[in-house]
């Protein structure tokens, strides 16, 4: 059984900063080969794209919103994926939660992704 455990989430004051983490296990989990993902869904609006990155951690990708605020890295030796999230606007607050898929193409859809965690929730006031 796969888990997915995102953790840092929290309050902060705009402008502010915030580093989530998401710390993957499982017995026939690998994780070095998976693209991991970071989605966001804020109250009445469906789950987002935040950031991808892929299974070496030298290809990433962001939704236009995060861009030069957001840096999406992993650590493959700790299983562990992590989203820096610095300057950020009430309009980044959500749950925020991690994904797996071995599918490295379409890392943007939400269907591609085969395990997910159950969230971590940042609030940004203004």
């Known amino acids: 059984q796969v888990q997915l455990v995102e953790s840092g989430g929290g309050l902060v004051q705009a402008g502010g900063s915030l580093r989530l983490s998401c710390a993957a296990s499982?017995?026939?989990?690998?994780?070095?080969?998976?693209?991991m993902g970071w989605f966001r869904q804020a109250p009445g609006k469906e789950r987002e794209f935040v950031a991808a990155?892929?299974?070496?951690?030298?290809?990433?990708d962001y939704t236009d919103s995060v861009k030069g605020r957001f840096t999406i890295s992993r650590d493959n030796a700790k299983n562990t994926v992590y989203l820096q999230m610095n300057s950020l606007k009430p309009e980044d607050t959500a749950v925020y939660y991690c994904?797996?898929?071995?599918?490295?193409?379409?890392?943007?859809?939400?269907?591609?992704?085969?395990?997910w965690g159950q969230g971590t929730q940042v609030t940004v006031s203004s």
């Open positions: 990155i892929n299974w070496r951690g030298d290809s990433t």
């Open positions: 499982g017995r026939t989990f690998t994780f070095s080969v998976y693209t």
């Open positions: 994904a797996a898929t071995r599918f490295s193409s379409n890392r943007r859809v939400r269907s591609v992704y085969e395990y």
